[in-house]
C-alpha cells in the first residue's frame, strides 16, 4: 500500500461480482486509501454487490440502473467525488451471434444506450460534484478499433464511448477533471461470456502477444489506480492500453 489515493473518494459503477473488473479496480482504490461508493445494476445484483461493498468497507452502495433517468439523478446527490470509474456495457445476446449486418434497430440502440451513452450521462451527473478537479475512467476493448469475430455491436459502441472520452476531456479539462479510458485484453468475465467463441480469443491471445499471456485484471486496476492519481495529472482524452501488448501486433 503506498496510499496513492488517500482521502480521495471514488465512485465505481459496474460491481456486479468478484470476476468484474470494476471489483479489482475497487479492491485497488481501497487498497491505496480512497473511500469507495458502489453502485449495482437491479434488484437481483443487490445483496451480492452489498456483500462485496461491506468487504471493500465502501461507504455507500446504492442502485443505479443507467437507463433510468431516476437513477442516475440519485449520483448528483452524492457529496464530493474525486474518481469516477464506469464499467458497464450491454449489447443483446443475439446481436453477438448473429452477423453484424442483421444487428436490429433496437439492439444497437440499447447496446449503445448502455455501453457509451451513460458515460455522458454519468460525467455530467458526477462534474458538478468534482469541485476540486478529478478523474473520470471508463472501460473499453480494442474492438473499437479493429474487427474481432463476434464483437460486432460492442465494437460500434466502444467507438462511440471512445470519442465521448474525447469529447469530455476537451469540455471538462477546464475544470481540472481528466476523463481517459482503458482498454484491457480480454478477461473472463460475466459480460466477456456473453461474446460467442471468447475463449478462442483468449487463446488467440496468450499465443500472440508480447507477453504471451492474458491480461490479469489485477494490472487494469493498477492502470486506473494511475489514472485516478496525482500521478496521472498530465493525462487525459486517453486511450491506455493494459492487455499484455496484443494492440500492436500485426502479422
Ligand atoms: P461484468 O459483467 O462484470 O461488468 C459489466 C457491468 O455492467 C455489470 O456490473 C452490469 O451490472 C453492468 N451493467 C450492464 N447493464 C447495466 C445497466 N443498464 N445499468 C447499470 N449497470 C449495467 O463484466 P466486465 O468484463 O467487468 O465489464 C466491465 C467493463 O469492462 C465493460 O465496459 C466491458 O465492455 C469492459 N471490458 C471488458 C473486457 C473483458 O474482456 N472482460 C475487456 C475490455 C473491456
Not at 478499433?145 to 476531456?169: C, D, F, H, I, P
Request: some cysteine; hydrophobic content about 45%.
Amino acid at each position: 500500500m503506498s496510499n496513492l489515493l488517500e482521502g480521495k473518494t471514488a465512485l465505481v459503477l459496474g460491481v456486479a461480482n468478484k470476476w468484474s473488473l470494476a471489483y479489482a479496480i475497487a479492491q485497488a482504490f481501497r487498497r491505496e486509501g480512497a473511500s469507495l461508493i458502489l453502485t449495482y445494476q437491479g434488484e437481483r445484483l443487490k445483496k451480492p454487490v452489498e456483500d462485496l461493498a461491506t468487504e471493500l468497507g465502501a461507504s455507500r452502495v446504492f442502485e443505479c440502473d443507467v437507463t433510468r433517468d431516476e437513477d442516475l439523478a440519485r449520483l448528483s446527490e452524492l457529496g464530493r467525488l474525486d474518481a469516477v470509474v464506469h464499467s458497464i456495457a450491454f449489447a443483446n445476446r443475439e446481436d453477438l451471434d448473429r452477423p453484424f449486418v442483421e444487428t436490429s434497430r433496437a439492439g444497437f440502440a440499447l447496446a449503445l444506450e448502455v455501453s457509451a451513452y451513460s458515460m455522458v450521462a454519468v460525467a455530467r451527473a458526477a462534474a458538478p460534484l468534482m469541485s476540486e478537479g478529478g478523474a473520470m475512467i471508463t472501460l473499453t476493448y480494442l474492438g473499437s478499433s479493429r474487427v474481432l469475430t463476434n464483437y460486432n455491436v460492442m465494437g460500434v459502441a466502444k467507438a462511440s464511448l471512445e470519442a465521448a472520452v474525447r469529447y469530455l476531456a476537451s469540455e471538462l479539462g477546464p475544470r481540472k477533471i481528466r476523463v481517459n479510458a482503458i482498454s484491457a485484453g480480454p478477461v473472463k468475465t460475466a459480460s466477456a461470456r456473453g461474446i460467442k467463441d471468447f475463449s478462442k480469443i483468449l487463446s488467440a491471445v496468450a499465443e500472440r502477444a508480447p507477453f504471451r499471456r492474458n491480461t490479469d485484471p489485477a494490472e487494469v486496476a493498477d492502470a486506473a489506480v494511475f489514472l485516478a492519481s496525482d500521478l496521472g495529472r498530465g493525462v487525459t482524452g486517453d486511450v491506455m492500453f493494459v492487455d499484455a501488448g496484443f494492440h500492436i501486433m500485426g502479422l
